[in-house]
């Protein structure tokens, strides 16, 4: 049975930093893409980035430039070092693995979930 397990949201004010974690646990493969998703009340889950398996990361624009993610193919782990926080990036933030080792933002690709992290950035 696949599980991911997000750690490392909580409180922090505006310019903060956080650093997120999740586990991967079953058949996750080191070829899987792995990526993160956000969602804020009343809105649609967002995509936020993504790292291949080979090193390759990709992000959305709302956070190029302040966030920045990385995976540990040995530990079955990625983490999303998230800096220069704003009140707009407060959501529940979900990591995800995708069998299509080169998706990006299509959710539907990915078909393991967490079961998120909250993170709240006050202004």
């Known amino acids: 049975q696949v599980q991911l397990v997000e750690s490392g949201g909580g409180l922090v004010h505006t310019g903060g930093s956080l650093r997120l974690s999740c586990a991967a646990s079953?058949?996750?493969?080191?070829?899987?893409?792995m990526g993160w998703f956000r969602q804020a009340p009343g809105k649609e889950r967002e995509f936020v980035s993504t790292?291949?398996?080979?090193?390759?990361?990709f992000y959305a624009d709302s956070v190029k430039g302040r966030f920045t993610t990385s995976r540990d193919n040995a530990k079955n782990t990625i983490y999303l070092e998230m800096n220069s926080l704003k009140p707009e990036d407060t959501a529940v933030y979900y990591c995800?693995?995708?069998?299509?080792?080169?998706?990006?933002?299509?959710?539907?690709?990915?078909?393991?979930w967490g079961q998120g992290t909250q993170v709240t950035v006050s202004s």
């Open positions: 995800a693995a995708s069998s299509r080792g080169f998706s990006i933002a299509n959710r539907a690709d990915y078909s393991y």
């Open positions: 079953g058949r996750i493969l080191s070829t899987y893409a």
């Open positions: 790292a291949w398996s080979r090193g390759s990361t």
